[in-house]
């Protein structure tokens, strides 16, 4: 049949109760937030035992509103994991490929992760 859902509008950061859910996506959040580790708090806190967090961060994107800036995969990996997720699957792909001349790029990493 068709594919219903129903959307919300909640401030997961304030929210004392969340209903847990079995999945969740959090599409270039983190680099928006001054510290995006309380966000995937949040996001840890609203998932069902084994739910599953399809999560993607911008990496070593300066842009105007990007308030916490990722240097690499790691630091993104190592702030999923320090709330309790489980990386299962890590994907990265680069805004335009690197050169020599310009060895640094903007890029996407996005994870699955479970709880």
């Known amino acids: 049949g068709p594919c219903r859902y129903e959307l919300r509008l909640k ?3 304030t929210e004392a ?6 999945f969740l996506i959090s599409m270039e959040i983190l680099e928006h937030f001054e510290d995006p580790t309380s966000f995937l708090k949040c996001l840890y806190r609203m998932l069902l035992k084994n739910g599953k967090a399809f999560i993607t961060a911008a990496v070593n994107a300066p842009q105007f509103d990007h308030i916490y800036l990722y ?4 630091e993104i990996l190592e702030q999923i994991r320090s709330v309790g997720f489980q990386v299962e699957t890590v994907f990265h792909a680069y805004a335009y490929p690197p050169t020599r001349r310009i060895p640094v790029v903007p890029s996407i990493v996005a994870v699955m992760a479970t709880k």
């Open 11 to 13: 401030d997961v950061l």
């Open 71 to 74: 240097r690499n995969d790691q």
């Open 17 to 22: 109760e969340l209903e847990p859910l079995p």
